[in-house]
């Protein structure tokens, strides 16, 4: 464009509010039962007192409102046009007249949200979920996102490998030899499986569908591994 004396409109979209980012703690319990959680951050939002202009402006006499300043150097063929931010208004385009005392001219405030959301059933720790227009705004009233990642909350019973529920039981090796019947606490209620006599403490035991739910899949498992643990003292009988 330099080289051929051309010039084209430049129009740019007003700026975007800047995107937040949260970590919220949830349970293993919370995730299963898609439980409803509630967050409170702080957001910069529009000032209502100046509507987002920030107060009373000039326009800025020395970038003539643009903000930016040309250098052109070189000669009629060959010229180097070098941008830079203009000192007189800090990039702005105009200069204050009046500004606006709530928002000190920035035409955005910070303010304090609650938000509400649903965990769905498929979240896994680390994911994040995106929520549009709860992010920052901007003065010009366009908002960000808000992304939301999830942090789980150790758990005394359980551990999660993929949608796996993996629960750890400890037996006597009188038991593995003749047999029990082990009692889980799960969420959805007890939840009983039998090991037989002479059992392998290395098997992997398994009650389908009772592991983390999925949406449009199969549920995963709950795997139950066994440990031994010996008794102190052998009774007679």
């Given at each position: 464009n330099s080289f051929f004396n051309q010039s084209r409109d430049n129009h740019t979209a007003p700026p975007a509010g800047r995107d937040l980012n949260l970590r919220v703690e949830v349970s293993l319990e919370d995730i299963y039962f898609s439980r409803e959680k509630k967050v409170k951050y702080s957001r910069r939002k529009k000032c209502f007192s100046c509507n987002g202009t920030g107060g009373e402006w000039n326009?800025?006499?020395?970038?003539?409102?643009?903000?930016?300043?040309?250098?052109?150097?070189?000669?009629?063929?060959?010229?180097?046009?070098?941008?830079?931010?203009?000192?007189?208004?800090?990039?702005?385009?105009?200069?204050?007249?009046?500004?606006?005392?709530?928002?000190?001219?920035?035409?955005?405030?910070?303010?304090?949200?609650?938000?509400?959301?649903?965990?769905?059933?498929?979240i896994r720790p680390g994911q994040r979920m995106t929520y549009p227009g709860f992010g920052d705004e901007s003065p010009q009233g366009n908002?960000?996102?808000?992304?939301?990642?999830?942090?789980?909350?150790d758990n005394s019973l359980f551990t999660v490998e993929g949608k796996d529920l993996i629960y750890r039981a400890t037996i006597t090796s009188i038991d593995l030899l003749l047999g029990t019947e082990i009692t889980i606490p799960h969420f959805d209620g007890a939840a009983k499986i039998t090991i037989p006599a002479l059992g392998d403490i290395n098997q992997t035991y398994?009650?389908?569908?009772?592991?983390?739910?999925?949406?449009?899949?199969?549920?995963?498992?709950?795997?139950?591994?066994?440990k031994i643990v010996n008794p102190k003292k052998l009774t007679q009988e």
């Amino acid at each position: 464009n330099s080289f051929f004396n051309q010039s084209r409109d430049n129009h740019t979209a007003p700026p975007a509010g800047r995107d937040l980012n949260l970590r919220v703690e949830v349970s293993l319990e919370d995730i299963y039962f898609s439980r409803e959680k509630k967050v409170k951050y702080s957001r910069r939002k529009k000032c209502f007192s100046c509507n987002g202009t920030g107060g009373e402006w000039n326009r800025c006499g020395h970038c003539k409102g643009s903000g930016r300043l040309q250098m052109v150097t070189g000669n009629s063929f060959f010229r180097n046009i070098q941008t830079t931010v203009c000192p007189s208004c800090n990039g702005k385009g105009k200069t204050p007249i009046h500004l606006c005392n709530p928002c000190i001219g920035e035409g955005v405030q910070t303010q304090d949200q609650v938000f509400k959301f649903k965990l769905p059933k498929d979240i896994r720790p680390g994911q994040r979920m995106t929520y549009p227009g709860f992010g920052d705004e901007s003065p010009q009233g366009n908002q960000g996102n808000l992304f939301v990642e999830i942090k789980l909350n150790d758990n005394s019973l359980f551990t999660v490998e993929g949608k796996d529920l993996i629960y750890r039981a400890t037996i006597t090796s009188i038991d593995l030899l003749l047999g029990t019947e082990i009692t889980i606490p799960h969420f959805d209620g007890a939840a009983k499986i039998t090991i037989p006599a002479l059992g392998d403490i290395n098997q992997t035991y398994m009650l389908r569908g009772k592991g983390m739910k999925e949406i449009g899949e199969w549920n995963g498992n709950l795997l139950v591994k066994l440990k031994i643990v010996n008794p102190k003292k052998l009774t007679q009988e």
